[in-house]
């Protein structure tokens, strides 16, 4: 039993450092892409009810779609302001 518990590689104890960049904006891209297909699926639809979920989904992706571009732009505007707090410390 406790040899199935053993790990083959033990994790290390320091963080985990990425050796690419993380692209934050593909979830923005993502969403809206969402966005798009459920208001073609909702256009498409042909009963009711099917068009109600669809336009549901879209509202919901277009929220998310939102809230990640609020972030982007505050992500943003934190690293100008940390690149000027460190470029002039006075």
Not at 60 to 81: F, G, I, N, V
């Amino acid at each position: 039993m406790t040899a199935l518990l053993r790990r083959k590689h033990p994790r290390p104890n320091r963080p985990i450092a990425l050796t690419v960049p993380v692209i934050r904006n593909s979830n923005l891209t993502f969403f809206l892409a969402r966005v798009d297909q459920a208001r073609a699926d909702g256009d498409a639809a042909t009963l009711d009810h099917v068009r109600e979920r669809c336009r549901r989904s879209e509202a919901a992706w277009a929220a998310l779609a939102a809230k990640a571009e609020r972030s982007e732009q505050l992500r943003t505007e934190d690293q100008k302001r940390k690149a000027e707090a460190t470029a002039d410390p006075a």
